[in-house]
Each structure stands twice: as structure tokens, then as C-alpha cells.
T-cell receptor, first 115, second 111 residues
Framework: GAGVSQSPSNKVTEKGKDVELRCDPI?????LYWYRQSLGQGLEFLIY????????KSGLPSDRFSAERTGGSVSTLTIQRTQQEDSAVYLC?????????????FGPGTRLTVL | QKEVEQDPGPLSVPEGAIVSLNCTYS??????FMWYRQYSRKGPELLMY????GNKEDGRFTAQVDKSSKYISLFIRDSQPSDSATYLC???????????FGQGTELSVKP
């Protein structure tokens, strides 16, 4: 079946602009996660959604970052007033539930470059 | 200090070698430990996970957790060029789903 998809695959933007990154999880998966991977760094947790529950936003680095998940499926990560330090690969993952032992399936990521 | 530390490498080995990849962690509350493999320009994929201390084997791969020393290891036997990738260790406190990752180790297996 189809895996997790993300769009765009690459995004180049100018400092100060807003960007939106999209994630389509595996059909039927109720849990959706966003991570950020910077050069030389591991994956940094940003936020997760579980069904209709309030999202865990504890990893969002600043109030310029926000995410929503509409209809329990597609999610959008928005970065406002982008800064150069926001340049990274943004990865989305989904799993059946927000349970550690349920495998998180990752998409290919969106490579964001802020000039 | 990061909660999960991993030597970024790169690590280069000849085909057929035994590879040892290691992580250390600082928080004794971690209970679940995972290894992910990430090929270039792809998302990570789960190799295996371990709960608490002990060993787990899957084919050529063995994961080992020593909670007394806060040490996580992944061993790859009879390494193949197709094993060339970045290997990420991760840990979780509980069943809540949030994973804390190490920096990843880049492995290259030369034919």
C-alpha cells in the first residue's frame, strides 16, 4: 500500500517568508508525528497528533511553528517568518496509534532551505 | 548535553566485517530503545526495538541494551554494501510515542 507522502520534496524560500509543508499519512493511521533533521543532528521531535486528542506540541521550537491536522488525516506544518536556522529536512511519520511499540513509518521528508 | 548521544562517524568497513554501532543516554527513565536505518534522501525505517535491558536478534542484526551503563548497541554481522546508510538510535520514556533520537552514525561498507 501507499506509504507516507510529503510535499513539496524541496522548498527554497527567503528569510521572513511563511512556508507550509504537507504530510499525507498512511490510511487508517491515527497517530501523526513531525520531526526536524538538521545537518549533523539527529531527528528532533516537534509535535504529534493522536486522533481527536489535543496534540503534543512540546517540541515546537518557537511560536513561529504551528501544525494542524484536518479530518484526522492530512497535516500541515507552518513556519512563519522563516529564519536561516530553520533550514533542515522536515520529516513526517505515522503509526497506528501513539504507542511507542507501534512502528512509526516515515515519509521522505521536505528539504527546506531558507536563504 | 543531548539525552541520547551517538558518534556521527563516518564509519567505513570492508564487506563481511562485524559492525558495532553505539549510543549512550543520560536519562535512566528511558525504557524503550530503537534502531532506525536511513538511506540517503529517504526517511528512517525501523530496524528493531528493545524493551529495558537485554539482547534482541533479527537475522544479521543484534540490538543490545545495558541499562546499568546506559549503553545501547547494534551489531551487524557479515556486513554488506547494502547496509551502507545512517543508523539512528532512539529512546522513549514510556508508551507515549515520543522518541528521542541520537545524531546518527553514517556507515559505509566497501565491497
Amino acid at each position: 500500500g501507499a506509504g507516507v507522502s510529503q510535499s513539496p520534496s524541496n522548498k527554497v524560500t527567503e528569510k521572513g517568508k511563511d512556508v507550509e509543508l504537507r504530510c499525507d499519512p498512511i490510511s487508517g493511521h491515527t497517530a501523526l508525528y513531525w520531526y526536524r533533521q538538521s545537518l549533523g543532528q539527529g531527528l528532533e521531535f516537534l509535535i504529534y497528533f493522536q486522533g481527536n486528542s489535543a496534540p503534543d506540541k512540546s517540541g515546537l521550537p518557537s511560536d513561529r511553528f504551528s501544525a494542524e491536522r484536518t479530518g484526522g488525516s492530512v497535516s500541515t506544518l507552518t513556519i512563519q517568518r522563516t529564519q536561516q536556522e530553520d533550514s533542515a529536512v522536515y520529516l513526517c511519520a505515522s503509526s497506528s496509534r501513539v504507542v511507542t511499540t507501534d512502528t512509526q513509518y516515515f515519509g521522505p521528508g521536505t528539504r527546506l532551505t531558507v536563504l | 548535553q543531548k539525552e541520547v548521544e551517538q558518534d556521527p562517524g563516518p564509519l567505513s568497513v570492508p564487506e563481511g566485517a562485524i559492525v558495532s554501532l553505539n549510543c549512550t543516554y543520560s536519562n535512566s527513565a528511558f525504557q524503550y530503545f530503537m534502531w532506525y536505518r536511513q538511506y540517503s534522501r529517504k526517511g528512517p525505517e525501523l530496524l528493531m526495538y528493545t524493551y529495558s535491558s537485554g539482547n534482541k536478534e533479527d537475522g544479521r542484526f543484534t540490538a543490545q541494551v545495558d541499562k546499568s551503563s546506559k549503553y545501547i548497541s547494534l551489531f551487524i554481522r557479515d556486513s554488506q554494501p547494502s547496509d551502507s546508510a545512517t543508523y539512528l538510535c532512539a529512546a522513549a520514556y514510556n508508551q507515549g510515542g515520543k522518541l528521542i533520537f541520537g545524531q546518527g552514525t553514517e556507515l559505509s561498507v566497501k565491497p
